[in-house]
T-cell receptor, first 116, second 113 residues
Framework: DQQVKQNSPSLSVQEGRISILNCDYT??????FLWYKKYPAEGPTFLIS?????DKNEDGRFTVFLNKSAKHLSLHIVPSQPGDSAVYFC???????????????FGQGTILTVHP | KAGVTQTPRYLIKTRGQQVTLSCSPI?????VSWYQQTPGQGLQFLFE???????NKGNFPGRFSGRQFSNSRSEMNVSTLELGDSALYLC????????????FGDGTRLSIL
């Protein structure tokens, strides 16, 4: 039962263009969403997050959009740079209360390649 | 500011052995979570520790256990290793229990022969 899905295993983009990474979820109890970037031989690095009470959050070149009715979120990177080439994971936290907040459920990841 | 430190980076064991992995959180962070990453299952939550107590647990067998010390450092133990335990084990820390975002270390790559 995969509650967080990233249906595109890979994405290839030209430098300077927009990269759009997508994520779908099934659990309506998720209330907080995060995007992480991972380079080979390194741990995931936090990029940006969004609470379920918002539909958009921006941080520099990174913007996350949340569509709760569609249970869909996306990460936009504008403009894309070759250094953005990495695996991107979306993750979600459940609002089941109590001690559940510490558990993140991850998607399978999308490999982004930005060509010079 | 030092990040999350995991030791060792690489480990090779044989079936039936046990292993202990170590994690030092970011200074001031009191919550430590552990995740297993495999090609087939992706990143899966193992457990979270806060104030030396396990607060949350994922769907892993009892062979996987952990503990947290008074300085917030954490260890994870896997007993009776199986081939399927070969994975990257990641530790993440946050300031408080359930706090987000979690900040990850570079992981311990465990290979079972």
């Amino acid at each position: 039962d995969q509650q967080v899905k990233q249906n595109s295993p890979s994405l290839s983009v030209q430098e300077g263009r927009i990269s759009i990474l997508n994520c779908d979820y099934t659990n309506s109890m998720f209330d907080y969403f995060l995007w992480y970037k991972k380079y080979p031989a390194e741990g995931p690095t936090f990029l940006i997050s969004i609470s379920s009470i918002k539909d958009k959050n921006e941080d520099g070149r990174f913007t996350v959009f949340l569509n709760k009715s569609a249970k869909h979120l996306s990460l936009h990177i504008v403009p894309s740079q070759p250094g953005d080439s990495a695996v991107y994971f979306c993750a979600a936290r459940t609002n089941a209360g109590g001690t559940s907040y510490g558990k993140l459920t991850f998607g399978q990841g999308t490999i982004l390649t930005v060509h010079p | 500011k030092a990040g999350v430190t995991q030791t060792p980076r690489y480990l090779i064991k044989t079936r039936g052995q046990q292993v202990t992995l170590s994690c030092s959180p970011i200074s001031g962070h009191r919550s430590v979570s552990w995740y297993q990453q495999t090609p087939g299952q992706g990143l899966q939550f193992l457990f979270e520790y806060f104030s030396e107590t396990q607060r949350n647990k994922g769907n892993f067998p009892g062979r996987f256990s952990g503990r947290q010390f008074s300085n917030s450092r954490s260890e994870m133990n896997v007993s009776t290793l199986e081939l399927g335990d070969s994975a990257l084990y990641l530790c993440a820390s946050s300031f408080m229990q359930g706090g987000q975002p979690q900040h990850f270390g570079d992981g311990t790559r465990l290979s079972i022969l």
